[in-house]
């Protein structure tokens, strides 16, 4: 073969792997949506199946009167429950008792508050409380989602047999995408299949755990905020602007842990760039509560536009140390006491990323004082259970 013909031969080749392997820019999700990780309210770790439109509209007038969506929350998403059957033409229909106005209606009033509305369905036959799935309605249900004005769609995982995940995620986006309305896609299939492999061009989020419980001391198979956030540790470089890791909804003010547990809780949550959705009784939040759900200085750590996850820098016991790196090259630090009793903990430059002689500020983000400058380490007596929340900047 003369050095032309082996040229064209390779530049064959080359397309014909190249078109093999490559993903089509097409089926890539590209929606541009989650550039920051979501903040919400979704009505399951509170109230389960007892979902009515005035319990959603209720939220949704909670979260504007809160203070929450100046804090930053947006979307109103109901869980599982809403959805009875299909009708003769295949279409999903909402429950008319629970739902008598239907759900443009209540997707309507939820935009009225200057709010984004969200669903939940399933990639199975069955949702996991046994309501109808989307399997093979796929491409129906996402245009009538945006037909309802749907802006963010939870997918979950039960009664999903043989099929596969990434395959019916996949197809799921792409009706969403075929529907042509921007919709933050959530994928719930609890990280069984290691979604952060292969979901980055599928979905805007994917859980990685099962589901939370509002225990600090779980019964056995139940998994509890530190349960979940162990199971973190490895996921972080995973996580981005668009696509992030979901370490599941808050629990904070669910009543099963003190005040400062959930601190705890929404602190590492917020280091974790974890999507924010709160899942409590809006409603009826006691003052405690909703300090820790409006923190703004704390939120600010998990919206930061550098789109990090952070990470757990070390560990000596039920001592832990955590960090997440922010755009304007400071750090977020979380000194995290798991343990029974007060412990002292502190935190090295070295485990930051910084040289030891660099002088940086530090800000106690729940007491929301300067703590004047440090080099080299920062300590600090932690109460049990608790956190103490740092902003670093050098
Ligand atoms: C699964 C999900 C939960 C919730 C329920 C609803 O357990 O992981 O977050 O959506 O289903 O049935």
């Not at 369905?121 to 749907?150: F, I, N």
Request: with cysteine.
């Amino acid at each position: 073969m003369n050095s032309f013909s082996k040229k064209i031969s390779r530049l064959a080749l080359s397309l014909f792997f190249g078109s093999l392997f490559s993903v089509p820019s097409s089926r890539a999700l590209d929606n541009g949506l989650a550039l920051t990780p979501p903040m919400g309210w979704n009505s399951w770790n509170r109230f389960g199946c007892n979902v009515t439109e005035d319990l959603v509209k209720s939220a949704a007038d909670a979260l504007v009167s809160s203070g929450m969506k100046d804090a930053g929350y947006e979307y109103i998403v109901i869980d599982d429950c809403w959805q009875v059957s299909r009708d003769a033409a295949g279409n999903i229909v909402a429950d008319a008792t629970t739902f008598p106005s239907g759900i443009k209606a209540l997707a309507d009033y939820v935009h009225s508050k200057g709010l984004k509305f969200g669903i939940y369905s399933d990639a199975g036959t069955m949702t996991c409380a046994k309501r109808p799935g989307s399997r093979g309605h796929e491409y129906k249900d996402a245009l009538q989602y945006a037909a309802w004005g749907v802006d963010y769609l939870k997918y979950d995982w039960c009664n999903t047999g043989t099929e596969n995940a990434q395959a019916a995620y996949s197809t799921m986006r792409d009706a969403l995408k075929s529907a042509g309305r921007p919709i933050v896609f959530s994928l719930c299939e609890w990280g069984s299949n290691k979604p952060w492999l292969w979901a980055t061009d599928v979905g805007n989020l994917w859980r990685t755990t099962g589901d939370i419980s509002d225990c600090w001391d779980c019964k056995k198979g139940h998994l509890s905020f530190v349960q979940i956030a162990d199971l973190q540790v490895g996921l972080e470089t995973y996580a981005g602007p668009g696509h992030w890791n979901d370490p599941d909804m808050l629990e904070v003010g669910n009543g099963g842990m003190t005040t400062t547990e959930y601190r705890s809780h929404f602190s590492l949550w917020c280091i974790l760039a974890a999507p924010l959705m709160a899942g409590n009784d809006l409603k009826n939040m006691s003052p405690e509560i909703k300090e820790i759900l409006t923190n703004k200085e704390v939120i600010a750590i998990d919206q930061d536009p550098l789109g990090m996850q952070g990470r757990r820098v070390r560990k000596n016991g039920d001592s832990e140390v955590w960090a997440k790196q922010l755009k304007d090259g400071g750090r977020a630090v979380v000194l995290f006491n798991r343990g029974a009793f007060e412990a002292d903990i502190s935190v090295s430059w070295e485990d930051l990323g910084y040289p030891g002689h660099l002088s940086a500020a530090v800000r106690d983000l729940w007491a929301k004082k300067d703590l004047g400058k440090s080099a080299g380490t920062f300590a600090a007596k932690v109460p049990s259970h608790a956190v103490l929340m740092l902003r670093v900047t050098p």
